[in-house]
């Protein structure tokens, strides 16, 4: 299954760019598609640093905090360890992380999310996603899941949906996806 996730994710990457290209409003579309009304009270709302054509999380992240929600950013500490999460504001400096992403300073709070925005290359309906392949999202929300409630939200352009993502044991299904179109919830 390797091979196939690799050209599958060669493919999702270039489909993406163009959707960039193409959707240049679809993180604001996807941001008033946010049913803040039906996600509770969400204490602390955990973005990511788009890169490649990633869906840009500030609008949506943007809703969350006038929502009363603080807002993390990742941070990768080595290639095989769960994602950490340090509280973050517009205007803070950020460093290259382990994964060389952008990423808030160590001396920033750390935090545990309870609503995580993830980026991702292609989705399916039954909420499995392919992501790039190093695992971190998968590793993050087997740990966060693990240690209490987290609703996990893929973030995406309506145009990266997939029939079926191929997924592994270790793969861990989002709680919905959000895209300009809609906010999908995941029926397990």
């Known amino acids: 299954m390797t091979s196939e996730k690799a050209d ?17 409003h ?8 946010l049913p803040l009304e039906r996600l509770g009270r969400v204490m602390v709302a955990a973005g990511y640093h788009a890169i490649g054509g990633e869906l840009d ?14 807002i993390a950013l990742p941070v990768a500490v080595s290639p095989h360890a769960p ?3 340090h509280l973050f504001e517009p205007g803070d400096v950020l460093e290259p992380d382990a994964s060389r992403t952008p990423a ?4 920033a709070p750390l935090v545990t999310p309870d609503l995580l925005l993830m980026p991702l290359l292609g989705f399916d309906r039954r909420g499995y996603r392919l992501g790039q392949g190093g695992g971190y999202y998968d590793r993050t929300l087997q740990a966060l899941r693990g240690a209490g409630p987290v609703w996990a939200v893929g973030l995406a352009y309506a145009g990266q949906a997939l ?3 191929p997924h592994d044991g270790h793969d861990q ?3 919905a996806i959000l895209t300009e179109t809609g ?6």
């Not at 999380?57 to 603080?70: H, I, K, M, N, V």
């Open 163 to 165: 029939d079926a993502v």
């Open 104 to 107: 808030p300073l160590p001396s």
């Open 8 to 24: 599958l994710r060669a493919q999702l990457r270039l489909r993406r760019r163009e959707l960039a290209l193409t959707h240049l």
């Open 183 to 188: 906010y999908h919830v995941v029926q397990a």
């Open 83 to 85: 994602l950490r999460f």
């Open 57 to 70: 999380p500030w609008p949506a992240l943007r809703r969350l905090s006038e929502a009363g929600a603080r």
């Open 26 to 33: 679809a993180a604001e579309r996807a941001a008033l598609h």
């Open 173 to 175: 299904p989002l709680d």
